[in-house]
């Protein structure tokens, strides 16, 4: 069965300060992945998603970046964070099929002091 | 532009029936999820329709409707453990996932 790890689970950093988080699949080959970030008691906004290694799609642009090294390896970074960078940001992965479902990652809260 | 309505909070009796509305106006239509969250967590899978009709699956079923832009989740038998937000999303034509904010639902003994 498919799995996806986001980690960590809660980060606190200071403004200006870099920014490295990480999420893995495993039991699939060749995933969409998404990196989401989600305000509280807001909706979801898409930040990047990709579709092969490599390949980088930015949705909003900000501060923020993401990369696919691998696979089943996306990586959402910053060179500086913002205080408006705080929020709570989920990885997630779907199969290439058009109607699959997307399955998210246990998420990680950022507050940025 | 691209638009998903949905309530922003419902309240509801445990052991009681609650349906939650979502409408959409996208650029095509390849689909519609809703999903499960709770408080502090991630978004969790709970249905898919494509054709008009309802799809039943235990206490949740969900309904949609495709000339109308229009979809509900009704839950059943509503227990404590149902209280969560419900987030409806529409695949467009380009096969992107277009979220609506969620409806918070809060559950009453």
């Known amino acids: 069965s498919q799995t996806i790890h986001q980690w960590p689970a809660t980060l606190v950093q200071p403004v200006g300060s870099p920014l490295s988080l990480e999420c893995t699949v495993e039991?699939?080959?060749?995933?969409?992945l998404y990196w989401y970030r989600q305000a509280a008691g807001r909706g979801l906004q898409l930040l990047f998603y990709?579709?092969?290694?490599?390949?980088i799609s930015s949705e909003v642009p900000q501060n923020l970046s993401a990369s696919r090294p691998q696979d089943r390896q996306f990586i959402l970074s910053s060179k500086k964070l913002l205080l408006s960078d705080s929020g709570f940001y989920l990885c997630?992965?779907?199969?290439?099929?058009?109607?699959?479902?997307?399955?998210f990652g246990n998420g990680t809260r950022l507050t940025v002091t | 532009g691209q638009n998903i309505d949905q309530p922003t909070e419902m309240t509801a009796t445990e052991g009681a029936i609650v349906q939650i509305n979502c409408t959409y106006q996208?650029?095509?239509?390849?689909?519609l999820f809703w999903y499960q969250q709770h408080a502090g967590e991630a978004p969790t899978f709970l249905s898919y329709?494509?054709l008009d009709g309802l799809e039943e699956k235990g206490r949740f079923s969900s309904f949609l409707s495709r000339s109308k832009g229009y979809s509900y989740l009704l839950l059943k038998e509503l227990q404590m453990k149902d209280s969560a937000s419900y987030l409806c999303?529409?695949?467009?034509?380009?096969?992107?996932?277009?979220w609506g904010a969620g409806t918070k639902l809060i559950i009453k003994p």
């Open positions: 997630a992965w779907r199969d290439t099929g058009d109607n699959s479902p997307l399955h």
């Open positions: 039991g699939t080959s060749n995933p969409n």
């Open positions: 990709s579709v092969g290694i490599g390949q």
């Open positions: 996208t650029s095509g239509f390849n689909g």
């Open positions: 329709n494509v």
């Open positions: 999303a529409v695949l467009d034509s380009n096969y992107q996932l277009i």
